[in-house]
């Protein structure tokens, strides 16, 4: 379960308001301080009193009450999530254009927190155009659009626009607030971290490549926690699904060799070397300079590959030696489909035996396990196989329980 935090919860004008008051409800019973920004039409459907009493706090709805302490943007200053149950569509158009007309509008302005939206209209209007643009503006600008569902709506017509269920709505919203990197800590303050993170492509030709599923997720989520925690972080990206976060160093790399190159060149003054990208272990032993026709090639087509180096290994061979602050920490990641628990194990401890990596993630990967996923579940090894932690949830928090593994150990000490 997550800290206490501070969710202000933003309330709409629609008939859903009434639903909100479960939200409201929901965050405090978990222990979270809950502070509501009503719009004025949601006090139409929803009465003040209430959501005082459901809130523990003070309802805050006029922009020109509390101005002796900038209330405006104290709100959304102070707010370490924003969670908007029901928003309408005219809400919608508000936050898409920055409009700040009012104390929900100057709140979301003055917060760099996450947004979760809780969308509740008609149909028609949620498939108008206008919010359809609003919507995919909102998405791209990172919040959250939770539901609509679909069902009955206030008359007689069904469809989409129903506001989520509130309970669907607290979890994906605690989901958010879980992904989000811990910025209480500095414990890597002045040091720098390289991590890889994607998966390889080897090509085979000008249109085509041998590649594999890893969404780069859990990488990039290391890079954005250890960054939170005062590292200077370089990221070596190889063909990430996911967007890379803008204050953290990138150097690309495309294929295995690519990636063994700009690890050597970029681990030489690293202080910690997490190796989370899946390498490929071969590559076609040619890469053709047109494309592979079929003519050429019949009904079957017969490729030779080559192994490739062991990057993680390499590094280990190389790396500078002695304890932290002058030795470097290096941490392998293990990609391992075995069902059994004891043969995981087993697998994990015979690969962190033959890498002579300092700790090792062990990861089960399957088709729908580990990659292109939000959330994982890990144990770590030490290098004498012991497992020192075991941590499950999203890939931030993982994340952050690897991270503190790392700062624990001793060899950094
Ligand atoms: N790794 C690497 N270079 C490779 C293959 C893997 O550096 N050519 C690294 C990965 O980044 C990971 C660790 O080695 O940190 C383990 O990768 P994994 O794919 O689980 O194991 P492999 O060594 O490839 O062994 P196998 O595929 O046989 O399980």
């Given at each position: 379960?997550?800290?206490?935090?501070?969710?202000?919860?933003?309330?709409?004008?629609?008939?859903?308001?009434?639903?909100?008051?479960?939200?409201?409800?929901?965050?405090?019973?978990?222990?979270?301080?809950?502070?509501?920004?009503?719009?004025?039409?949601?006090?139409?459907?929803?009465?003040k009193?209430?959501l005082?009493?459901?809130?523990?706090?003070?309802?805050?709805?006029?922009?020109?009450?509390?101005?002796?302490?900038?209330?405006?943007?104290?709100?959304?200053?102070?707010?370490?999530?924003?969670?908007?149950?029901?928003?309408?569509?005219?809400t919608?158009a508000?936050?898409?254009a920055g409009?700040?007309?009012d104390?929900?509008?100057?709140?979301?302005?003055?917060?760099?927190?996450?947004?979760?939206?809780?969308p509740?209209?008609?149909?028609?209007?949620?498939?108008?155009?206008?919010?359809?643009?609003?919507?995919?503006?909102?998405?791209?600008?990172?919040?959250?659009?939770?539901?609509?569902?679909?069902?009955?709506?206030?008359?007689?017509?069904?469809?989409?626009?129903r506001?989520?269920?509130?309970?669907?709505?607290?979890?994906?919203?605690?989901?958010?607030?879980?992904?989000?990197?811990?910025?209480?800590?500095?414990?890597?303050?002045?040091?720098?971290?390289?991590?890889?993170?994607?998966?390889?492509?080897?090509?085979?030709?000008?249109v085509?490549?041998l590649?594999n599923?890893?969404?780069?997720?859990?990488?990039?989520?290391?890079?954005?926690?250890?960054?939170?925690?005062?590292?200077s972080?370089?990221?070596?990206?190889?063909?990430l699904?996911v967007?890379?976060?803008?204050h953290?160093?990138?150097?690309?790399?495309g294929?295995?060799?690519?990636?063994?190159?700009?690890?050597r060149?970029?681990c030489?003054s690293?202080?910690?070397?997490?190796?989370?990208a899946?390498?490929?272990d071969?590559?076609?032993?040619?890469?053709?300079?047109?494309?592979?026709?079929?003519?050429?090639?019949?009904?079957?087509?017969?490729?030779?590959?080559?192994?490739n180096?062991?990057?993680?290994?390499?590094?280990?061979?190389t790396?500078?030696a002695?304890?932290a602050?002058?030795?470097?920490?290096i941490?392998?990641?293990?990609?391992e489909?075995?069902?059994?628990?004891?043969?995981?194990?087993?697998?994990?401890?015979?690969?962190?035996?033959?890498?002579?990596?300092?700790?090792?993630?062990?990861?089960?990967?399957?088709?729908?396990?580990?990659?292109?996923?939000?959330?994982?579940?890990?144990?770590?090894?030490?290098?004498?196989?012991?497992?020192?932690?075991?941590?499950?949830?999203?890939?931030?928090?993982?994340?952050?329980?690897?991270l503190?593994?790392?700062?624990?150990?001793?060899?950094?000490?």
């Amino acid at each position: 379960m997550l800290a206490s935090r501070t969710i202000v919860v933003g309330i709409t004008g629609g008939i859903a308001a009434y639903k909100a008051v479960n939200v409201v409800r929901a965050f405090v019973l978990q222990g979270h301080s809950v502070h509501v920004v009503a719009t004025e039409a949601a006090l139409r459907f929803v009465g003040k009193p209430t959501l005082e009493a459901i809130s523990r706090n003070p309802v805050n709805v006029d922009l020109y009450e509390g101005v002796a302490e900038v209330r405006h943007v104290a709100i959304g200053q102070s707010a370490d999530l924003i969670v908007i149950a029901p928003a309408t569509a005219n809400t919608i158009a508000k936050l898409a254009a920055g409009i700040a007309d009012d104390l929900l509008g100057n709140t979301v302005l003055a917060s760099t927190a996450p947004i979760v939206l809780a969308p509740a209209m008609h149909t028609e209007m949620w498939n108008n155009k206008a919010t359809v643009a609003n919507v995919a503006t909102l998405r791209e600008r990172g919040m959250t659009i939770v539901g609509p569902g679909v069902g009955q709506l206030t008359g007689s017509d069904v469809g989409p626009g129903r506001m989520e269920e509130p309970d669907v709505i607290v979890q994906r919203a605690l989901d958010v607030l879980d992904a989000q990197p811990t910025v209480d800590s500095d414990d890597l303050a002045g040091k720098r971290v390289v991590i890889s993170a994607g998966g390889t492509r080897e090509p085979l030709d000008p249109v085509r490549f041998l590649g594999n599923r890893s969404s780069g997720k859990q990488g990039v989520a290391l890079a954005l926690a250890a960054a939170a925690r005062g590292a200077s972080v370089v990221l070596v990206a190889a063909n990430l699904d996911v967007a890379v976060p803008a204050h953290v160093t990138v150097h690309l790399a495309g294929s295995a060799l690519d990636l063994e190159q700009a690890m050597r060149e970029e681990c030489v003054s690293a202080d910690i070397v997490i190796m989370a990208a899946a390498v490929a272990d071969y590559r076609p032993t040619e890469i053709r300079e047109g494309k592979i026709k079929k003519e050429d090639t019949g009904d079957t087509l017969t490729l030779t590959l080559v192994k490739n180096p062991d990057v993680l290994a390499g590094l280990v061979e190389t790396r500078r030696a002695g304890h932290a602050p002058a030795g470097q920490q290096i941490v392998g990641f293990a990609a391992e489909t075995e069902p059994d628990a004891d043969k995981l194990l087993a697998l994990g401890r015979g690969k962190i035996a033959r890498k002579g990596c300092d700790l090792l993630v062990v990861n089960r990967v399957g088709w729908s396990e580990g990659f292109a996923t939000d959330s994982n579940e890990v144990m770590i090894l030490d290098a004498r196989g012991d497992i020192v932690n075991e941590a499950s949830g999203s890939k931030m928090s993982v994340a952050n329980r690897i991270l503190d593994v790392i700062v624990r150990n001793d060899s950094f000490n």
